[in-house]
C-alpha cells in the first residue's frame, strides 16, 4: 500500500461559513465526473466543501495514500481486489480521526486526507503502515495490503468543490516515491517534525518531479520494524511510473553496540570495545555456501518481547553456525544492521555472504507466529518463506524446522537438485547435533533467551539481570546446560568487572562460574559455551596454560567459527609468549567478525605491543569509532606513543579513556617518562589508593616502567595471590622489560608455569 500526505501545519485564511458536519459533508459531495474548473497540468478532487461559491485556500498538511498492484490484482480476481480495497478503506478510515486527520476524498484505491499539523500526518502514516505490517504478518501473500504514503506542506484551495493547487499535485508525486509499506515526506515536513517524531529520516537527494518547476529535497521515514533487507527497485520500475530515476536514498549506518565485555577478561592490559560502524566490505566473492541471519523484527504487542525475537535469531544462527561445512556470519556483525533499512545486496556484500535469513517474530500470549525467509543476497530475490503459527510449547520444534529448511534450501542450490531422504535425514541430524544442550521447558526457555538478551547489552548492569534469568532458567530446568552456560558466563565477565564487595565478591563470583562449568559439562560434554567458559577460567584466573589449551582446542573443533572462541585461542598463545600466533588468530576473528568488539580491540592493542606501531596507529582510530568509553579505546592509542618514547601524546591520548586503571597506567609512565615526577607519582598513588585489590598488575607496570624493581615484584606476586588476568600477557608485555635482566624475573616465571622450559615441555 502506498501512502502520500501533503501537510500544512498552519491556516493561513479561514473563510466562513464554518466547515459544515460529516452529514452536511456527505450530501455536499460532487460526483468526480461532476468536477468542474479543472486546471491543467494539475489534480484535482471532490471536496466537501458548502455548496456556496465560496473560495478557502489554506496551509495544509496533505496524506495521499495508493494502494501498491491493486489494479493488477483487479484484473486477475476482481472478488478479492473488492474485498481487501474495503478493508483498507474501514482500517484507515478508523485511524484518520485519531489523528485529527479529514478525508477529504476517496478515488478508487486512494485517500486524500487534511490535517491540521505535519507531526499529526506522519504520525498517523506510521500507525497505518504499523497496522497493515501486523495484519499483512498473518496472512498470506496475495491477501497482502500494502500502500504507498506521501506527506507535503503546502498552499491548497477550496473552490466549487473541488480541491487543487500544488500542495496537491506535489503530495501525489512524492507518493509515488514512497515505495510499498513505505513513507516519503518533502522537506518542508521534515523540517517541522524532525525534532518531534521518534523516527529516522533517510534522504533521497533531489528529484524532479512532474509538472514541478523546481527540484525537491524528499525524505523517507525510517519505520522502525523495517529491519530486514530492503531490494532495490529497477530503473525500469521507475522509469515506467515516472519517467525518471529518482536518485537513491542515502543510507546513513550507525551501528549501536555498546561493550564492556571479555567474555574471558584476558587482563586489564587487554582492550575493550563496541561497535558503531559496519564491517567493510570483503575483497572476495563470497562463499556460496555462507548465510547470515539477521535480527527478527519483534512485532508483538509488547515491546518487552524483544528479548524473544532477537532469541528466536541468534538460537538459528548459533545452530546454523555448529553445520559442517556452513559459513555463517558471527551475531555482532549480523546484528549491527538491526533497525537499519540497508538492501539485501548492501548487506551481503558487508558481510561476505551470499543469503540472508530473515523474518519477524509475534507472540501473542500463548500463540507464537514465526515468519521466515530466505533470500539471495546478490539480488535481493526471494528463493523461500513460510509462516508459522505455534504455540509455545512447540516453539523448539518450529526453530529446527527452520534450520533443517535453510539448510536443505542452501544445499539444494549448490548442487541444483532436491534433497533426497538420506539428504533430510543427515541434515535432520545435523540440526539435532547442533541443538544438544537445550529444553523443552518453555518457560526456562524464555529464561534464557531474556539472558541472552541482557548480556548482549554488555555491561554490568545488565550482566547481573543476564545472571538472574540464566539462574531462574536453571531452577525450572536443572538439566538445561546452555543456561549453566550462561550461569558461567556472566559470572566470569562479573569475576573480571564487578567492583562491588572487592576480593570477597571475585572469589564468589569465581566459585560460581566453576561450579556452572561443570553442571553444564556434566550435561552435555560437547557443549562449545561451556568449554569456552571454562577455557577463560584456566586462561585468566587459575593460570593453567596446558588445561586451557586442550578445552579451547575441543571448543574450537566444535565450532571453528565461533570468534569468542577464536579470540580466547589467541589470548592463551599471547599468555605463551606466541605473539605472531596470537595477532594471526586475532586477525581471523576479525575476519569471522569484522565489527566484533573484542576481536578489533585485541589486535589493536597487541600490534602497539609489539612495537608495529604503523598498523596500530592505524587500527587504534577504528577502535575509537567503535567505542570511545570503552577501556584502552584511547589508552591503547597512549601505550603506542609511549612505546615510541613520545611521552606528551601518550599522556593527551590517555587522558580521554574511560577507565581509571588504563588512564591512570599510562599518564603515570608518560610522565615519568618526560621526567614530570611529582605528576607520575600523583597519578600511581590515585592508582594505588582506589584500585590497589583490582588493579595490582597495573600498579607492578608502573613500578617496572619507572625502574623500582623491588615495588614491581611486590606487585606482580600480589597480582598472583589476587588471581589477576592481566598476569597472562606477563611474558611479553613491553612495560615489564627493565625486569627481565633480574634474577627474579625467570624464577617468578617459573612460579606461574611460564618458564621457557616448563613451556617446551607443555608443547609436547
Request: proline letters at 4%.
Amino acid at each position: 500500500m502506498r501512502i502520500v500526505f501533503h501537510i500544512v501545519s498552519v491556516a493561513l485564511r479561514r473563510t466562513t461559513p464554518p466547515w459544515p458536519t460529516q452529514a452536511g459533508l456527505a450530501k455536499a459531495a460532487k460526483p468526480f465526473g461532476e468536477f468542474a474548473g479543472f486546471i491543467p497540468g494539475s489534480l484535482c478532487f471532490s471536496a466537501f466543501v458548502p455548496s456556496q461559491n465560496a473560495e478557502q485556500r489554506k496551509l495544509a498538511a496533505i496524506m495521499f495514500t495508493d494502494m501498491v498492484g491493486y489494479s493488477a490484482l483487479a484484473q486477475r480476481d476482481d472478488r478479492l481486489a473488492l474485498e481487501l480495497l474495503e478493508e483498507h478503506r474501514r482500517l484507515l478510515r478508523e485511524i484518520f480521526p485519531r489523528f485529527n486527520g479529514t478525508e477529504i476524498k476517496t478515488i478508487g484505491d486512494a485517500f486524500l486526507v487534511e490535517f491540521g499539523s505535519a507531526l499529526e500526518a506522519a504520525q498517523c502514516a506510521i500507525e497505518i503502515q504499523r497496522t497493515l505490517a501486523k495484519r499483512n504478518h498473518d496472512v498470506t501473500s496475495d491477501r497482502r495490503i500494502k500502500l504507498k504514503i506521501g506527506i507535503h506542506i503546502g498552499d491548497v484551495i477550496h473552490r466549487d468543490g473541488d480541491v487543487y493547487g500544488d500542495g496537491v499535485n506535489i503530495a501525489s508525486r512524492i507518493e509515488q516515491l514512497a515505495g510499498a509499506g513505505g513513507i516519503c515526506v518533502s522537506m518542508d515536513v521534515e523540517r517541522q517534525i524532525r525534532n518531534a517524531l521518534e523516527a529516522r529520516f533517510e534522504k533521497f537527494g533531489s528529484a524532479d518531479l512532474k509538472n514541478i518547476k523546481l527540484p525537491m529535497d524528499l525524505f523517507r521515514i525510517v519505520l522502525p520494524w523495517e529491519a530486514g533487507p530492503k531490494t532495490e527497485s529497477s530503473p525500469a520500475q521507475h522509469s515506467k511510473r515516472l519517467r525518471v530515476l529518482i536518485p537513491a536514498a542515502v543510507l546513513v549506518i550507525v551501528a549501536l553496540l555498546a561493550v564492556w565485555w571479555w567474555m574471558e577478561r584476558p587482563s586489564k592490559n587487554q582492550p575493550v570495545a563496541a561497535a558503531h560502524a559496519l564491517p567493510a566490505a570483503p575483497p572476495n566473492a563470497p562463499d556460496q555456501k555462507s548465510v547470515a541471519v539477521l535480527p527478527f523484527v519483534n512485532l508483538s504487542d509488547d515491546k518487552g518481547s524483544e528479548y524473544f525475537s532477537d532469541g528466536v535469531s541468534e538460537e538459528l544462527l548459533t545452530v546454523l553456525q555448529k553445520i559442517p561445512g556452513m559459513h555463517v556470519a558471527a551475531r555482532t556483525s549480523a546484528f549491527s544492521f538491526k533497525g537499519k533499512n540497508a538492501t539485501a545486496q548492501e548487506i551481503g556484500q558487508k558481510l561476505g555472504v551470499a543469503y540472508l535469513v530473515d523474518g519477524s517474530v509475534r507472540k501473542s500470549g500463548d500463540t507464537v507466529r514465526i515468519a521466515a525467509r530466505l533470500a539471495r543476497a546478490g539480488t535481493g530475490e526471494e528463493l523461500w518463506s513460510e509462516n508459522f503459527t505455534r504455540n509455545l510449547k512447540d516453539v523448539f520444534a518450529v526453530q529446527s524446522e527452520l534450520a533443517e529448511t535453510i539448510v536443505a534450501q542452501v544445499r539444494d542450490r549448490l548442487t541444483g537438485g532436491t534433497a533426497g531422504s538420506a539428504d533430510k535425514q543427515k541434515i535432520q541430524a545435523e540440526v539435532q547435533a547442533a541443538e544438544k544442550g537445550g529444553t523443552t521447558n518453555v518457560d526456562a526457555h524464555q529464561l534464557y533467551l531474556q539472558g541472552r538478551f541482557y548480556e548482549n547489552r554488555h555491561s554490568e548492569k545488565s550482566a547481573r539481570e543476564a545472571l538472574a534469568a540464566y539462574q531462574h532458567a536453571t531452577e525450572l530446568d536443572p538439566g538445561f546446560a546452555l543456561a549453566w552456560a550462561g550461569v558461567a558466563g556472566t559470572n566470569v565477565w562479573l569475576a573480571a568487572f564487578a567492583t562491588e564487595g572487592g576480593q570477597k565478591t571475585f572469589d564468589a563470583h569465581l566459585s560460581s562460574a566453576r561450579d556452572a562449568v561443570t553442571r553444564a559439562l556434566s550435561i552435555e560434554p560437547n557443549l562449545p559455551e561451556a568449554l569456552l567458559a571454562r577455557g577463560s577460567i584456566e586462561t585468566n584466573f587459575d593460570f593453567n596454560w596446558n588445561g586451557a589449551a586442550q578445552t579451547l582446542s575441543k571448543a574450537l573443533a566444535l565450532a571453528p567459527a565461533d570468534p569468542n572462541i577464536v579470540i580466547a585461542a589467541g589470548n592463551l598463545e599471547i599468555a605463551r609468549g606466541n605473539m605472531d600466533r596470537a595477532i594471526e588468530l586475532y586477525r581471523k576473528a576479525v575476519d569471522l567478525d569484522p565489527v566484533n568488539p573484542q576481536a578489533r580491540a585485541f589486535l589493536a592493542f597487541n600490534l602497539a605491543a609489539t612495537k608495529r606501531f604503523a598498523e596500530a596507529r592505524a587500527e587504534f582510530p577504528r577502535v575509537v569509532e567503535l567505542n570511545p568509553a570503552a577501556p584502552w579505546a584511547h589508552a591503547g592509542l597512549g601505550l603506542s606513543y609511549l612505546l615510541e618514547n613520545k611521552f606528551g601524546e601518550a599522556a593527551d591520548a590517555a587522558q580521554a579513556d574511560a577507565a581509571d586503571w588504563a588512564r591512570l597506567l599510562i599518564v603515570s609512565c608518560a610522565r615519568w617518562g618526560q621526567k614530570r615526577v611529582t605528576e607520575s607519582d600523583a597519578a600511581l598513588a590515585e592508582l594505588t589508593a582506589n584500585l590497589g585489590e583490582t588493579a595490582a598488575y597495573q600498579i607492578a607496570e608502573v613500578y617496572a616502567y619507572r625502574g623500582e624493581k623491588d615495588r614491581a615484584f611486590e606487585w606482580l606476586e600480589r597480582a598472583r595471590r589476587q588471581r589477576d588476568p592481566g598476569l597472562a600477557g606477563l611474558r611479553k608485555d613491553p612495560l615489564l622489560t627493565n625486569l627481565q635482566d633480574d634474577t627474579r624475573w625467570n624464577a617468578f616465571l617459573h612460579t606461574m608455569g611460564l618458564g621457557d622450559d616448563q613451556l617446551k615441555v607443555s608443547a609436547r
